[in-house]
């Protein structure tokens, strides 16, 4: 089983400059591929802000080390761990801005995409900047280097590109992507609510900006090579790997519901509400429940666990503060670990029983949450003392 998170950003890299503005500055390559490998269990990263000078330099140390080792078919590998460097940006897309994302086998090949288009982004060393290029000649560039692509977080209201830019993706793109990321106030029976994306692959990623951030939604994968060029047989359809998302419950992620600018509340009435009912402002935050209620062609289905598990993270469960987040990981190795495979009677005896009771709660997607909007997280709730960070 592969463990993916394709979506993790770098805070700065290691001459000190910064990468991501909002970036946590520990997010630092060495420490993102000693918590996904240590902490959390993955087998296969992607980095997305590896166009950036301060990180290419980055990796260069760590092959001249010998920490990372390129391999065959793309991607480095590093005692077990496999990381795709890949780029985020932002682009003008229909009616709006969205974020994009690209993964290429090797930095030489991201050398050779950020040559490609070098004049047309401001300032490299940073994350998710605004590229002033047409989409067209994006997409030639991630394909001339060897790159695939997808949209980012695409329901999202600021730059999620069905959030703010499109009805359809078929009207505003030259060509359909092999695969989207669904984002954190969705789920894959949200997403299946619209019929063009039926063929795409559906990933679920973290969008980490910080190391406890890393993989609070993720990915299993089967049959699928731990390298580059598994996960281009993956988007591309040439293998027949199946991908099962773990994600927040979608109410719980930060953008569900619209969220009235003027009455500063989130709006509860049922979706979609794409104006504030208590004042009748136009002056909202739409929600991602909202907004694709409002441009889907089918209803929105039910949810099936076989494809989607709603997961919190193991941090925000309840009973579970630094001292027992510790004692878990001493007896059981990993996130991926206690949340899949250690068996109740095991969780007890280190845990405890209702620590346990919760955590095989979240392996079954059986949290109960309230909504969250307008940037505001939803929260579960049992543990309304417990927001999420």
């Known amino acids: 089983m592969v463990f993916a998170d394709l979506h993790i950003h770098i805070g700065q890299s290691l001459d000190g400059k910064c990468v991501k503005v909002t970036g946590a500055k520990s997010l630092t390559l060495p420490n993102i591929i000693r918590v996904a490998r240590e902490v959390k269990g993955l087998s296969l990263v992607g980095i997305v802000d590896s166009h950036s000078p301060g990180v290419q330099g980055d990796y260069k140390a760590l092959l001249a080390s010998g920490d990372l080792k390129p391999l065959s078919r793309g991607g480095y590998s590093c005692k077990g761990l496999v990381l795709v460097p890949g780029h985020e940006i932002e682009l003008q897309v229909g009616e709006g801005n969205a974020h994009l994302l690209a993964y290429f086998p090797y930095i030489e090949q991201v050398e050779h995409y950020v040559r490609s288009i070098k004049s047309c982004l401001k300032n490299w060393q940073l994350s998710t900047q605004k590229g002033h290029l047409p ?44 695969a989207i990321e669904i984002g954190l106030s969705a789920d894959r029976s949200m997403a299946e609510s619209i019929s063009e994306l039926d063929s795409m692959v559906m990933f679920s990623n973290s969008d980490a900006h910080s190391l406890p951030n890393i993989a609070r939604e993720y990915n299993s994968l089967t049959r699928t090579d731990l390298s580059f060029g598994g996960l281009l047989d ?48 136009r002056q ?13 062609d089918r209803p929105i289905g039910k949810h099936d666990v076989s494809t989607y598990v709603h997961q919190v993270p193991l941090r925000q469960l309840p009973g579970i503060g630094a001292k027992m987040y510790e004692r878990l990981l001493k007896a059981f190795g990993t996130e991926m670990a206690i949340l899949h495979q250690v068996e109740f009677e095991e969780l007890q005896s280190i ?39």
């Not at 991630?142 to 209201?157: D, L, M, Q, R, Y």
């Not at 619209?258 to 794409?274: D, F, G, M, S």
């Not at 346990?356 to 939803?378: C, M, N, P, T, Y």
Request: net charge positive; charged share 20%; with cysteine.
């Open 284 to 296: 909202v935050v739409m929600g991602v429940l909202d907004r694709l209620l409002s441009i889907a």
């Open 351 to 389: 845990a405890g029983e209702k620590v346990a009771a919760w955590i095989i709660k979240a392996r079954h997607g059986e949290l109960v949450v309230d909504a969250g909007g307008g940037g505001l997280f939803g929260r579960v709730v049992d543990i309304l003392s417990h927001p999420m960070e």
């Open 234 to 281: 993956l988007v591309s359809g040439k293998t027949k790997g199946v991908v099962r998302n773990y994600g927040l419950p979608p109410k719980i992620g930060k953008y569900h519901r619209t969220y009235c600018l003027t009455c500063e509340k989130i709006v509860h009435n049922p979706a979609p509400q794409l104006t504030c009912p208590r004042c009748g402002s």
């Open 135 to 178: 989409i067209d000649l994006w997409l030639e560039a991630v394909s001339k280097a060897e790159g695939i692509w997808f949209p980012a977080h695409v329901f999202t209201p600021h730059k999620g590109i069905y959030g703010n830019c499109c009805r359809r993706l078929r009207d505003v793109l030259p060509t359909l992507p092999n």
